[in-house]
């Protein structure tokens, strides 16, 4: 989630429940009867959105302090606009996770609230640019009242510079995907995939899925970061975010056959150009680090963050006005998803 090295990831709400039915508000309908508008909630990055079996949507993501992990829940997308948000876990006062904390995410795993999250020790110099990944786990069903404790540190080959976990299942085994930077590759971070053992613990040697080569994908930093799952229409896509944090920040996408041995990286395709990308005529800069979810009508939704003006004074890691959006997807003759333009702010229909 750094422009000085990389950033990070999700999933999302694919573990959607039943629709939750309720009489719109007036607010909703002035609104265009999806209670949407945008942003949805303002000074949070790398947001994820995830639909519970309980019924809730919950949202967490960073905060420009880059100091604690927060959740908010609401019974619908737009509800989370003016939900309470409670703190979860704060930095801690020394050591590996004093410093940033980046890019939260959510999941239920094995009857557990579990929050991945990557973070780095404070102090200041390159030293607070040591991101690694963690996890922290929460000791009752309900995550917004349950404590949460330190899970660990998240087990790979190299001991470098990695974030923006995410993890679903596919076809009975549970995976991990992540962003990290290898020895031996000059860029600021690939992604790659694995089956879990455990949360934190891997089950086999990582897939290298790409490398970021590409032009859009190179603009200020070598980053491909951030990856999110959708499943659909036979076929996995896995979206990630490419290049610099600033407006120069986008999305790309891998596709593979639902069929396929995901573990092979010769079984996803690259998109070659970007998938979403800066609209300058909607005054939409940078969208990126998303996530999937599903609304109360069953539309898939992509949320992501992206800035409403282009000039940033400074480092963009500093600039606190990445916000939450959501939009809707559509999809192409083929079942393919096209993600149109980041709409500009205002109600969504």
Known sequence: MTDHLSRRSVLGGLAAA??????PSLAQRRAGGSGIVNPLVKNRADAQVFRHTDGWYYLTGSVPEYDRLVLRRARTIGGLSTAPETILWRHQARGPMSGFLWAPELHWIDGK???????????????????????????????????????????????????????FVHRGTRYLAWAQREPGIETNSNLY???????????????????????WEVRGYKVAEAPALLARNGRLFMTYSASATDARY????????????????????????????????????????????????????????????????????????RHTRVQPIRYDAAGVPQFDPPIANGPLA
């Not at 039943?18 to 009489?23: D, E, M, R």
């Not at 607070?128 to 540190?153: E, H, K, S």
């Open 193 to 215: 995939l694995a089956p879990l053992a455990t949360p934190l613990t891997l089950a086999a040697k990582p897939a290298r899925l790409t490398v970021p080569t590409l032009p």
């Open 113 to 167: 609230w579990i929050m991945y999250f990557a973070a780095g020790p404070s102090g200041g110099g390159e030293d607070v640019f040591r991101i690694r990944t963690y996890a922290v786990v929460c000791d009752g069903t309900d995550p917004m009242t349950g404590n949460w404790t330190v899970l660990g540190q998240l087990q790979t080959p190299w001991d470098s510079f990695n974030l923006d976990s995410t993890s």
């Open 250 to 321: 986008c999305l790309g996408m891998l596709t593979a056959r639902d069929d396929a041995d995901i573990m092979d990286p010769a079984a996803w395709t690259k998109s070659p150009v970007p998938v979403m990308q800066t609209s300058v005529a909607r005054k939409i800069y940078g969208p990126g680090h998303n996530s999937f979810t599903v609304d109360e009508r069953g539309r898939d939704m992509l949320v992501f963050h992206a800035r409403d003006y282009e000039k940033i004074i400074g480092d963009p890691l500093f600039d606190p006005n």
């Open 18 to 23: 039943g629709t939750v039915s309720a009489l």
